[in-house]
């Protein structure tokens, strides 16, 4: 006698033990509910899945003004997902000035091949930065 099963979609990171190292591959399939193993099994390449998904997803970078946080948008991902992705990593806590810190970081700039060059350019824009920042205030004080 034959029983019918759900069976439900899973698509996972494989783990290789290290949750900091990129992933190898992805593995998507099929288990029987309340069955951890399954019944169908499809490995796919990280590099083929996270490509097709960062390519898809449109992602944008903003500023928030009141804490200088940064705030990543996506244009074609659903507000339940794109949570996910902000909770993941340490986003929620970066801000301008904690990328600046972690940019003129010794051992960072140890590893960058013009290290004065590349700090004069960020000078630079900053500089410039602060310009459009001074302007937009004006604007706004003078109606």
């Known amino acids: 006698m034959m029983s019918e099963t759900e069976a439900l979609p899973f698509f996972e990171r494989e783990n290789d033990g290290t949750k900091s190292e990129p992933a190898k591959c992805y593995v998507a399939g099929f288990r029987a509910s309340g069955d951890a193993a399954p019944f169908v099994r499809i490995a796919l390449p990280a590099a083929i899945v996270d490509q ?15 804490d200088g946080r940064l705030i990543l948008e996506a244009g074609s991902v659903d507000s339940d ?44 824009q900053l500089v410039e930065a602060l310009a459009k920042v001074d302007g937009a205030l004006a604007r706004l004080r003078h109606g």
């Open 52 to 66: 097709a998904v960062l390519k898809g997803a449109q992602l944008s970078v903003w500023l928030s003004a009141g």
């Open 81 to 124: 997902t794109l949570e996910v992705a902000r909770a993941a990593g340490p986003m929620r806590e970066q801000t301008l000035l904690t990328l600046v810190n972690a940019c003129i970081e010794p051992d960072h700039l140890s590893r960058e091949d013009d290290p004065i060059g590349d700090l004069a350019s960020l000078r630079a």
